[in-house]
């Protein structure tokens, strides 16, 4: 599985590890693993530690993420990104709306 | 296990056999597995009969009087063409030699005489399951090529009706060189350009998420808002507001727009630059060698909502002869055969090499075919020259009305007070006003730049307390321009008044325009004695009203502006 997740003992913080390039294909698999989890996590971290590219699909889906997470009101991570994905994410500048650590 | 497998449908099944006794057997047993027979006692009876009826599968035995089962088995798959209609030999041969000789020939299997029934229905039967395969298979290909030869087309006929929208902007003007690929569009890449009516030029680089159709849709509503306002007069920041909002508005929340937005001045010698996704972009000093970086301050049109938007640019000099250059993500994004992204260092090298700054373009598409070893068709880039004013001519506007109704006698006083000067630029309405005069369109160009000038000196210098002198340099000048983004947010009061007045003159007409603000004033005598000369950064302003209006005079310590145009009978 190139998305995997885990849910906080309390289950109020979910966290999505991506792997590898995250990009178009990874869609569905991202979708569905925070569409349907009841009750809705509050916060949300996304894992980039082993995330090797991101590419506009993937900030695409970010802002899915962050739309179902509550729009401006999201809590929402982005952490352990390397040197080429910050990159992308300074360009579009998605620190101004996504914490990124 | 029955019930899992697919019932066998009868199949019509053409039974070759010279021997009568054979082919007796051989029919009832196929009868009996609930298929439906045809017979012929040679192989040039076969090939009419499958001429004929296109039965499903064939046996065929090998060794036949007129023509043998070998050649009739080549002329039936060369009648078949692409169908598979199996052929299963039917031969008392053992040699290896000769079985081959069956599957070179175009059999697909064979079966031993004396005949084994349960055999028999068993390579029916799995035969018939190559037979459904391939003809599944050729069903699929030819709907993918139907539904590829729709997607074609319809890219063929979006790509003519975005071409006649794209294009009715001024890219072909001299001092703009672009290139991109004939399908970039279809890769979510996107250049507009267009005179604005002072004559300055607004170029949009812009970069939709995804790819296809789904990314070329955005591209209509926004060139629509690009084309538009410019045409009004709408500076960058209103302009960028509506294509912000109108793209949040109409686009699924995963879509956006990656885009930098330029205004480039050829009468103020400065470029206007908003950078939201897109990678840096360059101002390129011809004089220094010096490159600017334009970076991404912005995140991209269409995902901040209207009330967050971030309307803010930045303002730089140019000298005449400088060049912009902005790029897609096509080319920093360019990845080699080992995934390695091409990258901005690579993209600086080729600039550091470049000798030839019109050979600029080649080389970097020259860099990303070495670097990946092929050429990519989703590169973008862009380079817009600053000229001398007088070296471009903006198209002349195009009016509807026939002039009939045009009014000719009147006045008109407006005031804008501090909450409006922050958010509204009232330029756009005052100049569709004064084009309802005919006579004024001639000159729409030099109008809208005095109206400009005068109302940016008022609100700029006048109720801003900005210092022009601050414009000497080119750090200077993007400090000029934080300090009017800072001080325009914490206006409380000030206002800009603006007086039209249309009078009939002789054959032709008089217009006074009178513009007065709240600010401090200046000391007109000595910003008269300048010689008019558009050399410096600062106070070209003034200058450009002397010039474009006639009688123009500063009173009340220069809280009050006033000039005067005049035309002619009209033909």
Sequence with gaps: MSVTTETSQDGTKLTISIKGRFDFGKHSEFRESYENLKPKPESFEVNLKDATYLDSSALGMLLLLRDHAGGENAEIKLTNANADVRKILAISNFEQIFDVA | ???????????????????????????????????????????????????????????????????????????????????????????????????????????????AKPYNQVILAAKIKAMDRLRRLQATVLQQRDLISKHNDYLLNEQRVAKAVFDKVAHSGCLNAPN??????????????????????????????GDFTGHGLPAAVGAMPLAEVFYGMTAKGYGLAETLREMNAKLKRILPVDMFCCATLLCLSFQRRSVEVWNGGMPDGYLHRIASGERTPLLARHLPLGVLSPQTFNDSTEVFPMAVGDRVFLLSDGV????????????????????????????????????????????????????????????????????????QSCPLDWSVSFEFRADTLKRYNP?????????????????????????????????????????????????????????????????????????????????????????????????????????????????????????????????????????????????
Excluded at chain 2, 189 to 198: C, K, N
Aim: aromatic content about 6%; proline content about 4%.
């Design chain 2, 1 to 111: 296990m029955t019930a899992l497998q697919p019932s066998l449908e009868p199949l019509t099944i053409l039974i070759a056999e010279d021997s009568a006794a054979d082919r007796m057997l051989l029919s009832s047993i196929v009868r009996r597995q609930g298929h439906q027979v045809l017979t012929a006692t040679n192989g040039a009876e076969a090939v009419e009969a499958f001429r004929l009826q296109r039965p499903h599968l064939v046996l065929m035995d090998a060794m036949m009087p007129v023509m043998d089962g070998f050649e009739a088995a080549r002329q039936i798959k060369d009648l078949a063409g692409e169908t598979l209609v199996p052929i299963i030999f039917l031969t008392s041969l053992t040699e290896s030699e000769a079985l081959a000789r069956c599957l070179e020939a175009g059999g697909d299997d064979f079966l």
């Design chain 2, 176 to 205: 703009i060189r672009y290139l991109q690929s004939p399908y970039a569009l279809f890769n979510g890449d996107l250049l507009l350009a267009a005179f604005t009516p002072a004559g300055d030029m607004h170029v949009l680089l």
């Design chain 2, 332 to 403: 920093i994004d360019t990845c080699d055969a080992n995934e390695q992204l091409f990258g901005v260092e690579r993209l600086q090298r080729v600039f550091a090499a470049n000798r030839e700054p019109d050979a600029l373009f080649e080389e970097i598409e020259q860099a990303l075919r070495d670097f990946r070893g092929e050429a990519r068709d989703d590169v973008s880039m862009v380079e817009i020259s600053l000229l001398e004013a007088a070296q471009l001519s903006p198209p002349a506007l195009v009016y509807s009305d026939s002039g």
């Design chain 2, 427 to 571: 330029l756009p309405y005052l100049l569709q006003l004064l084009l309802e005069v005919h006579g004024l369109r001639a000159q729409s160009g030099a109008l809208y730049s005095v109206l400009a000038e005068l109302y940016s000196n008022a609100l700029e210098h006048g109720v801003l307390g900005l210092d022009s002198s601050l414009k000497r340099d080119a750090a200077g000048f993007a400090r000029y321009y934080q300090q009017r983004n800072e001080r325009l947010d914490e206006l409380r009061d000030g206002y800009v008044r603006v007086h039209l007045q249309i009078a009939p003159h002789g054959e032709g007409g008089h217009l006074v325009i009178r513009v007065e603000d709240s600010g401090e004033g200046f000391d007109v005598a000595r910003v008269m004695e300048r010689p008019v000369d558009g050399g410096r950064l600062s106070g070209r302003g003034v200058s450009l009203i002397r010039q474009l209006s006639r009688n123009a005079s500063w009173s009340d310590n220069g809280r009050r502006a006033r000039v005067e145009f005049f035309w002619e009978a009209l033909a």
